[in-house]
């Protein structure tokens, strides 16, 4: 086996991250990337990125639609057995979206998800994520048995994911539903690999754009890496890259970066820089969208 460096970002449009996108792939030099929310559609895609991508010896899988969603997997390292959605009976909104792809990239089943976001708790977009990720564990159930399965999953595992619980009061990406929806795909055998290094410490990956959240470091961790016992086994570092929601025209993601074999970064912590002045008080923060 060969070291290789597997990240998520949901980029939040690739359009808008293409001077974001491009310089980070040339200093964190990936081997496999799954991206969310690209936002464009496929052909519009590769006429955006492809030669870019080719110079840097990237093949492309990629799975969108115009304006909204999309997911893609960009692979240095194999990129066969290509696999759009979900399978046929794959639930839609009302019709299948881009919303996942599959590749197998150096012998690992690469899935890239982008999970519905549910709007609003017991709304039919809210039972529309329930019923897509019962389909997602149906199709990597399937799957073989080294198979990790990254993105933006929309759900914040526990209460140590959220910068304070009592905000989210209310709230999708919390509810008992999501969190049991989320079990029962890890309970496939799946690791949740950042949080198995680092069990104790605060670790987010979005922030929203507004209020200062992201300066003050009240976000969620929703972006996850969820790796199947040979990957996870192979885990030398796991790590949210901070650096990339900071500085102009970021999004409000941060990527995730998991090293297998080695870590040629070394074993540098979970979050990448750490934030310096984090409000930590409960009750002292409301989301910004609450009354």
């Given at each position: 086996m060969h070291a290789v460096r597997i990240a998520t970002w949901n980029v939040n449009s690739v359009k808008q991250r293409v001077p974001r996108l491009l310089p980070w792939l040339d200093e964190r030099r990936p081997d496999v990337v799954c991206l969310q929310e690209t936002k464009l559609a496929d052909d519009a895609f590769l006429d955006l990125l492809g030669d870019e991508l080719a110079d840097r010896h990237y093949a492309v899988a990629a799975h969108g639609e115009a304006t909204w969603n999309g997911v893609a997997i960009l692979s240095r390292v194999g990129l066969d057995d290509v696999v759009v959605g979900l399978g046929d009976d794959a639930p839609g909104f009302p019709r299948p979206e881009a919303r996942a792809v599959s590749a197998t990239c150096g012998g690992i089943r690469v899935v890239s998800v982008y999970v519905p976001n549910g709007r609003v708790p017991d709304s039919e977009h809210y039972r529309y994520k329930l019923d897509w990720m019962a389909s997602l564990r149906?199709?990597?159930?399937?799957?073989?048995?080294?198979?990790?399965?990254?993105?933006?999953?929309?759900?914040?595992?526990?209460?140590?994911?959220?910068?304070?619980?009592?905000?989210?009061?209310?709230?999708?990406?919390?509810?008992?539903?999501?969190?049991?929806?989320?079990?029962e795909l890890q309970g496939l055998g799946l690791h949740?690999?950042?949080?198995?290094?680092?069990?104790?410490?605060?670790?987010?990956?979005?922030?929203?754009?507004?209020?200062?959240?992201?300066?003050?470091?009240?976000?969620?961790?929703?972006?996850?890496?969820?790796?199947?016992?040979?990957?996870?086994?192979r885990v030398r570092a796991a790590w949210v890259d901070r650096q990339a929601r900071k500085g102009s025209g970021p999004s409000d993601h941060a990527p995730v970066i998991?090293?297998?074999?080695?870590?040629?970064?070394?074993?540098?912590?979970?979050?990448?820089?750490?934030?310096?002045?984090?409000?930590?008080?409960?009750?002292?923060?409301?989301?910004?969208?609450?009354?």
């Open positions: 149906e199709m990597v159930a399937a799957g073989p048995e080294a198979t990790v399965v990254l993105g933006d999953f929309n759900i914040a595992p526990t209460d140590e994911d959220v910068f304070d619980p009592e905000a989210y009061v209310g709230q999708t990406h919390v509810t008992p539903p999501e969190r049991e929806a989320l079990a949740d690999v950042v949080r198995d290094r680092w069990p104790g410490e605060t670790v987010f990956t979005y922030w929203d754009y507004r209020a200062g959240m992201f300066h003050q470091d009240l976000g969620m961790r929703i972006d996850l890496v969820l790796a199947s016992a040979p990957v996870a086994g998991v090293d297998l074999d080695e870590a040629p970064d070394g074993d540098i912590g979970p979050v990448v820089p750490p934030p310096s002045r984090p409000v930590r008080k409960r009750g002292a923060k409301k989301l910004p969208q609450s009354p």
